[in-house]
């Protein structure tokens, strides 16, 4: 498995992934599916924002990816991004998130401008919440019935991991 800085040209491999949690899943609340020009608009904002999108790939194909972009948008929580991964049904529990999550707060760490890491996860997903838990993230907080997807109310657990940055 490689894991490395997606490429423009992942972008049809992510719209599928993002495309059949829409479709399937609780952890995106979207309804309809996206196009490929919504996917290249978040491509090129994270990359203005200097934020990561990493894919790991097994075998040339993209396995899943993960991204983080600042939580909220005002000045003052500049320091707190909200991270997502989402893998190919075909790669599940074969490490891939693992790897993929593993790099992505390699990469915060090594920016040195994220404090604070939050993953706001529908809380039946059970098993994100686990993948999480695994790399230091503590829940703290939930949110009761503030979704409502697929005829029925969803919940939200906040996890977070905190990196150590000096104020500036
Ligand atoms: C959650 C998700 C990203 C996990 O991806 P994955 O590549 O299968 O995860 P890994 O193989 O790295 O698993 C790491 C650990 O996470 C936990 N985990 C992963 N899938 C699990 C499952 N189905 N049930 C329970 N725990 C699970 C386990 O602790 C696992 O370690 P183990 O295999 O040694 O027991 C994947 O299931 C997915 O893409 N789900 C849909 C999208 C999603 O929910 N994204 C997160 C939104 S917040």
Same mark, same amino acid.
């Given at each position: 498995?490689?894991?490395?800085?997606?490429?423009?040209?992942?972008?049809?491999?992510?719209?599928?992934?993002?495309?059949?949690?829409?479709?399937?899943?609780?952890?995106?609340?979207?309804?309809?599916?996206?196009?490929? +020009?919504?996917?290249?608009?978040?491509?090129?904002?994270? /990359?203005?924002? %200097?934020?990561? #999108?990493?894919? &790991?790939?097994? *075998? $040339?194909?993209?396995?899943?990816?993960?991204?983080?972009?600042?939580?909220?948008?005002?000045?003052?929580?500049?320091?707190?991004?909200?991270?997502?991964?989402?893998?190919? +049904?075909?790669?599940?529990?074969?490490?891939?998130?693992? /790897?993929?999550? %593993?790099?992505? #707060?390699?990469? &915060?760490?090594? *920016? $040195?401008?994220?404090?604070?890491?939050?993953?706001?996860?529908?809380?039946?997903?059970?098993?994100?919440?686990?993948?999480?838990?695994?790399?230091?993230?503590?829940?703290?907080?939930?949110?009761?019935?503030?979704?409502?997807?697929?005829?029925?109310?969803?919940?939200?657990?906040?996890?977070?991991?905190?990196?150590?940055?000096?104020?500036?």
């Amino acid at each position: 498995m490689l894991v490395r800085a997606a490429l423009e040209a992942d972008l049809p491999a992510i719209l599928a992934i993002h495309n059949a949690n829409i479709a399937t899943s609780t952890a995106i609340w979207d309804y309809e599916q996206v196009g490929i +020009e919504e996917r290249t608009a978040w491509f090129h904002d994270r /990359a203005a924002a %200097r934020k990561p #999108i990493l894919v &790991a790939e097994i *075998d $040339g194909a993209v396995a899943g990816y993960a991204s983080y972009g600042q939580w909220r948008p005002k000045i003052g929580y500049r320091y707190s991004v909200e991270n997502s991964v989402y893998v190919d +049904e075909r790669f599940h529990r074969r490490g891939v998130a693992s /790897a993929l999550l %593993r790099a992505l #707060i390699e990469r &915060a760490r090594a *920016d $040195g401008d994220v404090h604070a890491i939050i993953a706001a996860i529908e809380t039946s997903n059970t098993a994100s919440i686990a993948l999480h838990e695994r790399f230091g993230f503590t829940v703290v907080g939930q949110l009761p019935e503030v979704g409502q997807k697929f005829g029925r109310w969803l919940d939200l657990t906040l996890m977070q991991l905190t990196i150590p940055v000096d104020i500036r």
